[in-house]
């Protein structure tokens, strides 16, 4: 169900130095399985597609790109002429990996890569002891987080959920999921990838498996204000962070004006005041395009 061009979230794509360090933690620690393999990248999916979460091998760690699902082909057409209109620059006008029937990318604000398709094929989960539902979400941290917003909302469709502070985040929707993307102030990099699960007693279990092989949550479990899912985080080996969450706020009334919060408000954790005061140092670049430009899967 969606009411915009975009009807879901796809994948993220995370170039890494370290690609079978990084296919561990996504597969042991998180739970996804591996869908395809190619020279150069693994593909993984929690879902029954063909992948959701992206690993290039590469001499960097950066962000690779976005991916989100159009409606329909008119839609898909529709951003293509936004996008156009904008003036960015088109990166691939076809789809640049492997599971997708249509699409193209293009490059963005502030350098980071928007993979536009649809058709994506099916890929069934095998039964697996543990492991999120599906891919849920995004967070980054533009440089201009009010401009990023305006982007997301005149070209991509993102609707308003939330907004905390003067111009310092914002979350944003594609469907009645009450964030698909999460905007706050910062260095101009993704912060993290997040996933669905169906309880807390799970990121309990992730807590278990990072403390089995030496590494611990950076965060979590808390209640977020904005959004209302319970959530844990842990770094991961490229440096980005990944969020397990579950009970996210659903928004089924598409006119619903977005909640506003103060910057210096309690929306971050409902059950204490604490935060990490390294938390949002942590997060990975996009890649540069210029020094990067013959790398493609």
């Given at each position: 169900m969606s009411w915009g061009l975009i009807s879901a979230m796809g994948h993220v794509s995370i170039q890494t130095t370290q690609l079978k360090e990084s296919v561990f933690d996504a597969t042991q620690l998180l739970g996804l399985r591996e869908t395809e393999r190619t020279s150069d990248a693994v593909y993984l999916a929690a879902a029954n597609v063909h992948h959701e979460l992206?690993?290039?091998?590469?001499?960097?760690?950066?962000?690779?790109?976005?991916?989100?699902?159009?409606?329909?082909?008119?839609?898909?057409?529709?951003?293509?002429?936004?996008?156009?209109?904008?003036?960015?620059?088109?990166l691939s006008e076809k789809p640049r990996g492997a599971g997708i029937e249509d699409g193209f990318s293009f490059i963005g604000p502030?350098?980071?890569?928007?993979?536009?398709?649809?058709?994506?094929?099916?890929?069934?989960?095998?039964?697996?002891?543990?492991?999120?539902?599906?891919?849920?979400?995004?967070n980054f941290h533009p440089r201009d987080v009010g401009g990023m917003m305006r982007f997301l909302h005149r070209v991509l469709d993102f609707r308003l959920s939330d907004v905390i502070g003067d111009d310092f985040a914002y979350f944003m929707r594609c469907n009645p999921d009450h964030h698909g993307i999460a905007?706050?102030?910062?260095?101009?990099?993704?912060?993290?990838?997040?996933?669905?699960?169906?309880?807390?007693?799970?990121?309990?279990?992730?807590?278990?498996?990072?403390?089995?092989?030496?590494?611990?949550?950076?965060?979590?479990?808390?209640?977020?204000?904005?959004?209302?899912?319970?959530?844990?985080?842990?770094?991961?080996?490229?440096?980005?962070?990944?969020?397990?969450?579950?009970?996210?706020?659903?928004?089924?009334?598409?006119s619903r004006p977005p909640v506003v919060?103060?910057?210096?408000?309690?929306?971050?954790?409902?059950?204490?005041?604490?935060?990490?005061?390294?938390?949002?140092?942590?997060?990975?670049?996009?890649?540069?395009?210029?020094?990067?430009?013959?790398?493609?899967?």
């Open positions: 992206v690993y290039v091998e590469s001499d960097v760690n950066g962000i690779d790109g976005f991916g989100l699902v159009a409606a329909n082909g008119d839609a898909l057409r529709e951003i293509r002429r936004r996008v156009d209109a904008e003036n960015f620059q088109i502030e350098g980071f890569v928007f993979e536009i398709y649809v058709g994506m094929q099916e890929n069934q989960a095998a039964v697996q002891s543990f492991g999120p539902d599906r891919y849920g979400h995004f905007l706050v102030r910062g260095e101009g990099t993704l912060h993290h990838h997040a996933w669905q699960t169906q309880s807390i007693a799970d990121l309990g279990k992730l807590g278990d498996r990072l403390n089995k092989v030496g590494r611990e949550l950076i965060w979590g479990p808390v209640r977020h204000g904005a959004g209302h899912n319970i959530a844990a985080y842990f770094v991961e080996t490229s440096g980005a962070v990944v969020e397990l969450y579950t009970d996210l706020e659903q928004i089924y009334d598409d919060w103060g910057e210096d408000e309690n929306w971050y954790n409902m059950w204490s005041s604490y935060r990490p005061l390294d938390f949002r140092t942590f997060g990975l670049a996009p890649v540069d395009r210029k020094a990067l430009s013959g790398l493609h899967r």
